[in-house]
């Protein structure tokens, strides 16, 4: 669009607009004109100010260009369809004949241009523009402004129709209604909801039984009062007959902090629903069996979302990261590491334990698979608050597999000890720090595996030590020379 004045057009515009200024004060008056445009160019591509003039709209600019373009081409069919009269009127004399032919050229050729650079300026690509941005009809309002009223005319109906424009769509929300698969109903409402809006918001919740079940699911990003008093008072009717109506917020909780009466001033940013991220606790508290609700919201949500790309994977994985870590339901590896379907090939464990090579077949399994597939990286990722380095320094016995399986840790309990006079180790609690030496400790253990080793050797193959923070939400790198944590650089 900055072509608009790069081009020229808007020079070409007053030129246009001086030749109808002509007729009216003369040319000297048109000269002005023209040369005051060639001025304001000048001004706007040295102060760099052109792209900014088009903030008044894209639509505005070209459709008050098109309207002086049709102005022009009138003014030049008109005259054409004068020529007669011109060619009788003009006075006979020496070479009479030789004067009328050329005036009647002139007339004809200065018709003909202007109605061709007129025509080229209306530009049939920029109509296709406007219909697919929906600009359209700020572009005709005007363009008919500016041919029936004049160029202010024209161009302040033209910034109406774009402010009118801008609001319905700022303003305009989504409401469908349908029954749900089990029984009651589902009232789904997603866009701003404003007083704009609410008229329309009623009209769509009659088509509800009165007195049904009705989950009312919000997808807004703005909430103001009027439409929430109507939402308000409708479940207060529907309820008042037998109904029962649950709200669920799912973008964010425009609803709960309009009834605390904490709403908030501006509308809140798109982003992930909330509850991709958040637990179960937050949003399904009430369910008595939250991994069917879970379940159920995915196929409903979160399915459509993730779909193209597991298409893409359907016929086989190509993880680049082979991601070792806890057991621990508060460590989520996707989560943590921004990473969807095909990018993490895992292994959970209780205390994120690799033993040395030739002691788990699992954790060998894994571990070539991952090498095979031809993963770049390997992180071995620790976290805060661990039971199983809590429970391994406690020194109480436990039976079972457990017990089995945290003797894989005595290694580790090792490095901490010999560790424990580091500089970092003094302001760091016992289970904290075994848990930083344990990530050091598989790491040393993993490159007892050949298949591992020779990647390394041959440049193939990285390896990482994390440390997951729970309660600050950070992932740090853990230094292997002094036991710090130190933030994961930007690559
Ligand atoms: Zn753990």
Not at 34 to 47: I, K, M, N, S
Request: positive net charge; glycine residues 12%.
């Amino acid at each position: 669009m900055r072509s608009v004045i790069t081009r020229l057009e808007l020079p070409l515009a007053v030129l246009i607009l001086a030749g109808g200024l002509s007729h009216e004060y003369g040319w000297p008056v048109a000269s002005a004109v023209v040369l005051g445009a060639a001025g304001v160019r000048f001004v706007l591509g040295a102060t760099r100010l052109g792209p900014g003039t088009l903030r008044l709209s894209p639509a505005v600019v070209h459709g008050a260009l098109t309207g002086a373009a049709a102005t022009i081409v009138l003014d030049q069919v008109h005259a054409l369809l004068d020529l007669p009269d011109i060619v009788r009127l003009w006075p006979e004399g020496d070479g009479g004949l030789q004067h009328t032919l050329i005036v009647g050229a002139i007339a004809v050729a200065a018709g003909v241009l202007g109605g061709v650079r007129g025509i080229k300026l209306i530009g049939v690509a920029h109509l296709r523009t406007f219909w697919r941005h929906h600009e359209i009809l700020t572009y005709v309002v005007t363009a008919a402004g500016v041919l029936f009223g004049g160029l202010v005319a024209g161009v302040v109906l033209g910034l109406l129709a774009a402010l009118a424009v801008s609001v319905y769509r700022l303003t305009h929300c989504t409401v469908t209604v349908a029954p749900c698969e089990d029984a009651g109903w589902r009232v789904t409402v997603r866009g701003t909801l404003v007083f704009l809006g609410v008229g329309r918001l009623l009209r769509e919740l009659r088509a509800v039984p009165p007195g049904s079940a009705v989950t009312l699911e919000l997808h807004v990003d703005f909430l103001d009062h009027a439409a929430f008093e109507a939402l308000r008072t409708w479940r207060e009717e529907q309820e008042q007959l037998g109904g029962r109506v649950m709200v669920e917020e799912v973008h964010d909780s425009w609803y709960q902090r309009a009834g605390a009466r904490h709403p908030l001033l501006r509308k809140t940013l798109p982003g992930p629903p909330r509850r991709f991220l958040a637990p179960w606790g937050s949003w399904a508290r009430a369910s008595r069996d939250p991994i069917t609700t879970g379940v159920a919201e995915f196929q409903r949500r979160g399915a459509e979302l993730v779909r193209p790309y597991l298409m893409d994977l359907a016929d086989g994985q190509q993880p680049e990261q082979f991601f070792i870590t806890c057991a621990d339901s508060r460590v989520v590896p996707n989560v943590i590491t921004m990473s969807g379907p095909g990018d993490l090939f895992c292994v959970r464990n209780v205390g994120n334990l690799v033993p040395q090579h030739g002691i788990d077949p699992s954790i060998g399994a894994a571990i070539e698979f991952a090498v095979k597939l031809g993963v770049t990286s390997i992180a071995v990722c620790g976290h805060s608050d661990c039971g199983a380095m809590k429970a391994t320094l406690s020194g109480k016995q436990l039976g079972g597999h457990l017990g089995q399986w945290l003797r894989h840790v005595t290694p580790s309990v090792r490095l901490f000890r010999e560790t424990r006079a580091w500089p970092e180790s003094a302001s760091v609690k016992g289970h904290e720090w075994l848990g930083r030496m344990n990530v050091l400790q598989q790491l040393a253990h993993l490159r007892t595996y050949p298949a591992v080793a020779e990647a390394i050797a041959a440049g193939r193959l990285r390896l990482h030590g994390l440390y997951f923070d729970i309660g600050a939400a950070k992932v740090s790198r853990v230094c292997p020379d002094t036991g710090k944590l130190v933030e994961v650089p930007a690559s």
